[in-house]
């Protein structure tokens, strides 16, 4: 079982939806968790982080942890063409280990 | 502010040949990472440093050797390149390990023949 998984998509969207990007860690003393975009051929950067169970909202972003069924996902809402890119999940494992997913790729299709 | 810079961008290797990857930043920051992306992999830890003087394996160490020059740099060595190292290799810092936020530097695509 890999430590941080996402689905790897491509998650196609129509431009002005909601995108929804889940992602399952294994690690139940995980605290922090982190959402990076990265577009194609660039380096990641961070979007959101998220400490707490519940809702966290910047601006057209949410993310949403339930630690009780070790699930951090990620709603884009009105999505743009310039979100079209890949969402990297990441986890703060217990240990002290920042573990990324693989990420999944939003095409935001006007 | 630069943040996180990387050299070279692009580079080929022939199978045995070495080369340095050089990375610093300039937000004075106590940790560093040196990370590869290879597709449907996501970033793997290869190396970090946690502080100036201080150096411990990742994820993916093997084949790897890294140097914390100072509080600014910290350069990743491939003694004898092999073709499964192919990869975009990137750089990070943060304030401390295991701190909000790390900061990636732009990249460097190594393709070795």
């Known amino acids: 079982q890999k430590e941080v998984e996402q689905n790897s998509g491509p998650l196609s969207v129509p431009e002005g939806a909601i995108a929804s990007l889940n992602c399952t860690y294994s690690?139940?003393?995980?605290?922090?968790f982190f959402w990076y975009r990265q577009y194609s051929g660039k380096s990641p950067e961070l979007i959101m982080f998220i400490y707490s169970n519940g809702d966290k909202e910047d601006g057209r972003f949410t993310a949403q942890l339930n630690k009780a069924s070790q699930y951090v996902s990620l709603l884009i809402r009105d999505s743009q063409p310039s979100d079209s890119a890949t969402y990297l999940c990441?986890?703060?494992?217990?240990?002290?280990?920042?573990?990324f997913g693989a990420g999944t790729q939003v095409v935001v299709t006007p | 502010n630069a943040g996180v810079t990387q050299t070279p961008k692009f580079q080929v290797l022939k199978t045995g040949q070495s080369m340095t990857l050089q990375c610093a930043q300039d937000m004075n920051h106590n940790s560093m990472y040196w990370y590869r992306q290879d597709p449907g992999m996501g970033l793997r830890l290869i190396y970090y440093?946690?502080?100036?003087?201080?150096?411990d394996k990742g994820e993916v160490p093997n084949g790897y050797n890294v140097s914390r020059l100072n509080k600014r740099e910290f350069s990743l060595r491939l003694e004898s390149a092999a073709p499964s190292q192919t990869s975009v290799y990137f750089c990070?810092?943060?304030?401390?390990?295991?701190?909000?936020?790390?900061?990636f530097g732009p990249g460097t695509r190594l393709t070795v023949l």
């Open positions: 690690d139940r003393g995980s605290q922090s």
């Open positions: 990070a810092s943060s304030v401390e390990r295991g701190e909000l936020e790390q900061f």
């Open positions: 990441a986890v703060n494992m217990s240990w002290g280990k920042l573990q």
């Open positions: 440093s946690a502080s100036e003087g201080t150096t």
